[in-house]
């Protein structure tokens, strides 16, 4: 059991109860007349009336101010810290545009986030895996598979694409370094020494923040366990912020894919490398749309024979979000009453539009377009129309808002719009406008 509070919870006793005081002879207005309903013998169907009467009156169910900003301290603002963990690049001048599309991705397109994040790690894997047996011996400055897989990790920032783009990225590098002079190879290294120095990964400020996180929640899910007055509504509040934990493997992405301070850093670098060994890239600065920011690559491919890698490291990804929205969604649907109701409603919207966030997102739009300034804008604006609702959904939530009494919804799942039940329609209208 999550919480043995409710140990001895029994719907069937709690109905009881509830018809011992209130029954459909002595409180006529509070119940729906079983005719024309999905209102089965063992079920209590309310009306408006019934609902503000037995489910917090005029306040309509809205928790206490004190216990919201407890609610807020403990559970929400620690997400928030964690989001501020993830690598946020400068560029531009309007930096606090590109932190902002960044911020609504990740919270509007979880599973296209963690998945490009994934892709952009992999790149210096593949890098590495391909120069591994093709070093370039030197009796001064050796070129490694190490240096190799730096400088190509920094050139597909500007578009190189070396470990999804033809086979030929990698061999003309290769050439040009083996027929390079001994003061051309030395440039080179040097300047795989300078994109080292200058990429930074933050670990140890994302593990920090990953390990105080998971403490917090094992604290206060602890405290909550012995707590002998815990308030019904607090697994939920647990639930919807288990729905979120996917930011732990995001964070920990980012914080291995590391970031430049400036958007010119590597430029900078590699424009002094391409004066004095001519290496092949397009001389672009780095931009959001292209792939600067690591969360939103636009462009998915692998080489051939290779797809099985880009294929697993998406179902990485529906796992690390699917398995988040998972436990969200078994925690609402233990907690009594058992079953569907109004919060795990929500979870299971949440993961609907992420998912289809995400189909929308990375299989609309030819290679072309997809690498273009105006469709990362449709996908910023997308985006942004998403998160802002489903964040203030979240924080709601945690108020006592957007509450809909779910078996008062089901009363309309099978039933024909007869006169009757328009009259009752209208009732579940003004609930869904008096929850928001």
Not at 19 to 43: I, S, V, W
Not at 47 to 70: H, I, K, Q
Not at 187 to 210: I, N, W, Y
Not at 320 to 333: E, L, M, P
């Amino acid at each position: 059991m999550l919480f043995p509070q409710y140990t001895n919870f029994s719907i069937t006793k709690c109905l009881a109860d509830v018809r011992l005081k209130y029954n459909e002879t002595t409180h006529p207005t509070l119940f729906m007349e079983r005719d024309g309903f999905n209102c089965g013998a063992q079920e209590t169907c309310l009306t408006l009336a019934g609902c503000w009467e037995l489910c917090g009156g005029d306040v309509r169910g809205r928790y206490d101010m004190a216990e919201v900003f407890a609610v807020v301290a403990t559970w929400v603002f620690p997400l928030f810290l964690l989001a501020a963990n993830i690598n946020y690049m400068s560029i531009g001048n309007t930096w606090y545009f590109t932190y902002f599309a960044v911020l609504v991705h990740f919270l509007a397109d979880p599973i296209d986030a963690i998945w490009s994040l994934s892709l952009k790690i992999d790149v210096g894997r593949r890098a590495y895996q391909f120069y591994c047996d093709k070093e370039v011996p030197d009796s001064n400055a050796p070129v490694r598979a190490r240096e190799f897989a730096v400088v190509a990790l920094a050139l597909d920032d500007h578009g190189f694409e070396c470990s999804y783009g033809p086979e030929c990225n990698y061999e003309e590098l290769l050439e040009r370094v083996k027929n390079a002079t001994d003061v051309e190879k030395e440039a080179f290294v040097e300047a795989a020494k300078q994109l080292t120095d200058s990429r930074g990964s933050g670990g140890f400020r994302a593990g920090a923040a990953v390990f105080f996180y998971i403490f917090g929640v094992i604290v206060a899910y602890t405290k909550l366990r012995k707590s002998p007055d815990m308030p019904a509504h607090t697994p939920h509040i647990i639930a919807l912020r288990v729905l979120y934990f996917w930011l732990i493997p995001a964070v920990i992405l980012s914080a291995i894919a590391g970031k430049f301070p400036s958007e010119y850093t590597s430029y900078y670098i590699l424009n002094s490398l391409d004066q004095k060994l001519s290496i092949p890239w397009n001389r672009t600065h780095l931009e959001p749309w292209t792939g600067g920011t690591y969360c939103w690559r636009p462009v998915k491919k692998c080489r051939q024979g290779e797809q099985w890698r880009t294929v697993g490291y998406l179902i990485i990804s529906l796992l690390c979000v699917g398995s988040a929205f998972g436990i969200s969604f078994f925690i609402s649907w233990k907690t009594p009453s058992e079953g569907m109701g109004c919060r795990s409603v929500a979870e299971l919207f949440y993961m609907v539009v992420w998912v289809t966030n995400f189909l929308s997102t990375c299989f609309v739009g030819s290679e072309g377009c997809r690498r273009s300034y105006r469709f990362w804008s449709v996908v910023v604006v997308k985006d942004t129309l998403l998160a802002l609702p489903m964040i203030a959904v979240l924080l709601g939530a945690f108020a006592g808002k957007f509450i809909i009494p779910f078996s008062h919804l089901s009363s309309y799942r099978t039933h024909p719009l007869t006169s009757k039940n328009l009259t009752r329609l209208v009732e579940l209208l003004l609930v869904l406008v008096s929850a928001i």
